[in-house]
Every structure is written in structure tokens, then in C-alpha cells.
């Protein structure tokens, strides 16, 4: 079969994301049978365990899924555990002999994966091991997978690229944005190139703003550590936000190759306004939750959570109007909106239309509604036009409806994981949808210089919005003054 050969290699094979994504993926991709029995992993971090731990655990992460199909044992025999230390250059020479022995063995042809799935504080520790210890010369290819954060600002993420790139070229190395993996957020450039209706539209001439919307309900669980010194800004809006905004905003590719796609991206993010520090007040609001209602449940403050400073400054909401200077988009606001603790957990894009001319069934003082269109990220997956038809009586009024397509309501169960798509997309060598050095280079230019503000000026504010609710006042504020609002859709 055509399926990838490979061995991968997760370092941090005893943490939370290996655990909740990344052996499920694996899993699926192997009940799929996108996987071949030619794939080996091995696990490796400090603590230590043997194999057969190891395999208790990942038959543990994958044990709701009950096919008949697949035998659990056989899929975790695949599994191998190599306890290690970061710093220690023996263990990575006993690491790339179990590679060599497992390559025989499982016939990967020589092609191995570096999934840097822990801690970054050794990112760049551990690709220069790789490199000198002899792991990344192979007869097949090597890849390494490298997840957030990259870095904490521009100037950090820089120093840790320059590591990594000692190691390996910018071809080898797969930055991973888990947004990108997601359906909806690759249907983006279908629905844009594959509809004659929208494109000739998508312009500063007929759209007249777009709207950003991730909202969360969770709050910063056992992440207090990570998130203190993170905040949304750098957490969210840095990569996945500006992301799905360059999908929005790029010119159509040339091809849909990985070349020609990243380059319109990293178009968008150069033509990107970028603000002083004196204005970001009047572009960006921060938040931070206070105790509230969410689910029911009643939910403490940010400040009081787990390794949270309880005077912390730290944002958990972000809302922002940015501008795009090109002839596509010059004039056109893109709000973007991000927070924890909020009404509800929801992805969501608007692209509101302007309004026509001249109103012809303006009635009673009622505004006719613009059109919407809205692609709904998660939890539903699928899109949704707002048009408007005439009322039924006997009145020359229109009246709004709603034309929607819902994917998940299909077969939800098939809907492949965000994790697993880009796992696949690696074994195959398609960088497309993972981020490349210039992209994250602008997209932390843009955001120092709002989280500099930040943090030389403390808000005296916080915290400013209930857990349970959409946000700060402020937040609403932002569209207000130009005129809109945020359209709450779901
Ligand atoms: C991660 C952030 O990148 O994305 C988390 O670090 C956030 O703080 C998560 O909760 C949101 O992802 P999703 O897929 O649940 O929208």
C-alpha cells in the first residue's frame, strides 16, 4: 500500500497532549488503515517506565474507541518506551539504536519523526542533540514536529528557530497549529475558491466587516504556570486567530501547492496595519474573568485559580480590530474576539455584507438585515447564508432566513481529528498546513508590540468580565464606535 512508513519519535510521551491527541490519532489513522503495520512509535521522557506500562497507558488513551476491528494489543505492541534526560548525550545515542533496531523491524525504510510534543524550554536542546548525535542522518527523511509555544515573543521565537535550523532545514520542520488540521478551518479556502458567488464579493467594495469568534468555556485548568506568563494574546490570537484571518483575507494561490498557499498567507500578514503602542487602547480591549456561571456551574476567578498570581495582570480575553492595507481590503475592520470562561465554546466566523444601496422594503423604523455569511468552526461544523425573503402576509416587508448546511450532522463520528489530519499531512510531507518561519515571524511583530503595552501598563481594571458572559463591556465597545456590533449566531 501506498501508507506512510515511519517511525515517531514523541518526546513528552507521558503528557497530557500525547495522551488526549495523540495516540488517539494514531489510532484512528491505523483502524483507517491510513497507517500500514510498518509504523513504530516510541515514546520517550523522563520518568521510568517499561514497555509495558507504556502500552497500558496508550491502550488507556484509546480505550472509548470500541471497534471490533482492531485489536488494542496489536496496536499498542507498536508502542516502545525509551526513558531519557534532555541533556544527557548518551540517551540519545541509546535513542537512535532503538531507532535503527525498530527500523529493521518495522521496514520504515529509514524515515523517522521528531514530535516535540512537551516543555519548549529544551525545543532547542534537544533538535541540536538530534543533529550531533547522528539521529537526523537517516537514508529515508527526518521531520521534526514542533508544537506551541514558539516562542514567547518575536525576538525568543527567533533564537529558537535559528536552534532548530542548525538541525534542520525549513523543509524538515512542521510547525504545528492544530487550528489548521481542523475541517471547517480547511474549508475556508474551499468555500472562497470553489463558489463563484463569493468570490467576485470578497472585497472592501461589498464586505463590510469580519468577524472573528473563539470563545471558550474552559478556563486555565492545571495551566496556571504556562498561561500566567502566556495570556489569549500570545495563546490564541498569535497563531490560530491570525491564521484563520490569512485564510480570510489571501489572494487566491496560483496553485494549491504549500509554496504557493504560504506566500499569500505571509502576504496578508505584511499588509497587516501595524499600531504604536500609544493606540493599541483604541484597537485592542483585555479581560480577565471574574467568578460567574458557566454551564450551571459556579466558577471561581482567573485570580484565584491554581499557579495564578493572585494580582495577576495576565489577560483571558482578547478583542481587537485589525486592518489589512491592500487594495482587497483597505477600509474593511477584521474584529477578532478570543476568551476563557465564556458563555459558551464556539468557533465562529462572520463575513457581513454591506447593506444595499437603497432599503425597498424599509418598514416601521426596521432595518433590513445584512447578509451573513458564517462559517461555524466548532462545535458545529458547516455554513450558514442569511438572506432575505419576503414575509408571508399580506405587507411588502421582508423577513430573514437562514440558509445552512451543518456537516456534522452527516456522520459526526467521521469527522477526522485536527491531530490526526496533520500527523497524516506529516508522514506524507505535506507542509501546507502547518506554519512557516515568516508567518510566525510577522504574526509576533503584530502582537509584541499590543502585549509590550500591556505589559508596561497594568490594568487597573481586572478583572473585568464575569465567567459566563461574552467579555468586557470595552469589547462591545470596539464595534460600537464604528457602527456594528458583534453578531452572536450560534
Ligand atoms: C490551544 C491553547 O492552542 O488552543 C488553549 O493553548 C486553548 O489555551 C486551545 O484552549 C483551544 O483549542 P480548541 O481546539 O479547543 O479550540
Same mark, same amino acid.
Given at each position: 500500500t501506498n501508507a506512510p512508513k515511519s517511525i515517531i519519535v514523541i518526546f513528552g510521551a507521558t503528557g497530557d497532549l500525547a495522551n488526549r491527541k495523540l495516540y488517539p490519532s494514531i489510532y484512528r489513522l491505523y483502524r483507517n488503515k491510513?497507517? &500500514? #503495520?510498518?509504523f513504530a512509535v516510541i515514546g520517550v521522557a523522563r520518568r521510568p517506565l517499561t514497555n509495558d506500562e507504556f502500552r497500558s497507558n496508550v491502550r488507556k488513551s484509546v480505550?472509548? /474507541?470500541?471497534?471490533? +476491528?482492531?485489536?488494542h494489543d496489536t496496536f499498542a505492541s507498536h508502542f516502545h518506551y525509551h526513558p531519557f534526560?534532555?541533556?544527557?548525550?548518551k540517551s540519545y545515542q541509546r535513542l537512535n539504536d532503538l531507532i535503527s533496531t525498530l527500523d529493521v523491524e518495522y521496514r520504515t525504510e529509514g524515515n523517522r519523526i521528531f514530535y516535540l510534543?512537551?516543555?519548549?524550554? /529544551?525545543f532547542g536542546t534537544i533538535a541540536a542533540n538530534l543533529k550531533s548525535e547522528g539521529l537526523?542522518?537517516?537514508?529515508g527523511w527526518s521531520r521534526l514536529v514542533i508544537e506551541k509555544? /514558539?516562542?514567547?515573543n518575536f525576538e525568543s521565537a527567533r533564537e529558537l528557530n535559528d536552534q532548530i535550523r542548525q538541525a534542520f532545514t525549513e523543509d524538515q520542520i512542521y510547525r504545528i497549529d492544530h487550528y489548521l488540521g481542523k475541517e471547517m478551518v480547511q474549508n475556508i479556502e474551499v468555500i472562497r475558491f470553489a463558489n463563484a458567488i463569493f468570490e467576485p464579493l470578497w472585497n472592501n467594495q461589498f464586505i463590510s466587516n469580519i468577524q472573528i469568534t473563539s470563545s471558550e468555556t474552559l478556563g486555565v485548568e492545571d495551566r496556571g504556570r504556562y498561561y500566567e506568563s502566556s495570556g489569549a494574546l500570545r495563546d490564541m490570537v498569535q497563531n490560530h486567530i491570525l491564521q484563520m484571518m490569512a485564510l480570510l483575507a489571501? #489572494?487566491?494561490?496560483?496553485?494549491?501547492?504549500t509554496d504557493e498557499i504560504r506566500s499569500e498567507k505571509v502576504k496578508v500578514l505584511r499588509a497587516l496595519r501595524s499600531i504604536t503602542e500609544e493606540k493599541v487602547d483604541k484597537y485592542f480591549v483585555r479581560g480577565q474573568y471574574d467568578r460567574g456561571t458557566v454551564d450551571g456551574n459556579e466558577i471561581n476567578a482567573y485570580r484565584d &485559580?491554581?499557579?495564578?498570581?493572585?494580582h495577576s495582570n495576565t489577560e483571558t480575553f482578547v478583542s481587537g480590530k485589525l486592518l489589512i492595507d491592500n487594495f482587497r481590503w483597505a477600509g474593511v475592520p477584521f474584529y477578532i474576539r478570543t476568551g476563557k470562561r465564556m458563555k459558551q465554546k464556539s468557533t465562529e466566523i462572520v463575513i457581513q455584507f454591506k447593506d444595499l444601496?437603497?432599503?425597498? =422594503? =424599509?418598514? +416601521?423604523g426596521e432595518n433590513i438585515h445584512p447578509n451573513l455569511l458564517v462559517i461555524h468552526i466548532q462545535p458545529d461544523e458547516g455554513v450558514t447564508l442569511h438572506l432575505n425573503a419576503k414575509k408571508g402576509?399580506?405587507?411588502s416587508t421582508s423577513t430573514p432566513i437562514q440558509l445552512s448546511y451543518n456537516n456534522? &450532522?452527516?456522520?459526526?463520528?467521521?469527522?477526522?481529528e485536527a491531530y490526526e489530519v496533520l500527523l497524516y499531512d506529516c508522514m506524507r510531507g505535506d507542509s501546507t498546513n502547518f506554519t512557516h518561519w515568516d508567518e510566525v515571524a510577522l504574526s509576533w511583530k503584530y502582537v509584541d508590540i499590543i502585549s509590550n503595552a500591556w505589559e508596561n501598563k497594568s490594568s487597573d481594571? /481586572?478583572?473585568n468580565y464575569e465567567s459566563g &458572559?461574552?467579555?468586557?463591556k470595552d469589547s462591545d465597545d470596539l464595534l460600537e464606535k464604528d457602527g456594528f456590533h458583534w453578531w452572536s449566531v450560534t
Open positions: 491510513e497507517l &500500514s #503495520e510498518d480505550n472509548h /474507541f470500541e471497534d471490533e +476491528k482492531v485489536d534526560d534532555v541533556t544527557d548525550l510534543a512537551m516543555a519548549p524550554n /529544551f537526523t542522518t537517516t537514508k509555544p /514558539f516562542g514567547h489571501m #489572494e487566491p494561490p496560483i496553485k494549491l501547492t &485559580s491554581n499557579s495564578v498570581d493572585p444601496p437603497m432599503n425597498l =422594503y =424599509y418598514d +416601521k402576509d399580506y405587507s456534522n &450532522s452527516n456522520d459526526k463520528m467521521n469527522t477526522p481594571q /481586572f478583572p &458572559s461574552n467579555g468586557p
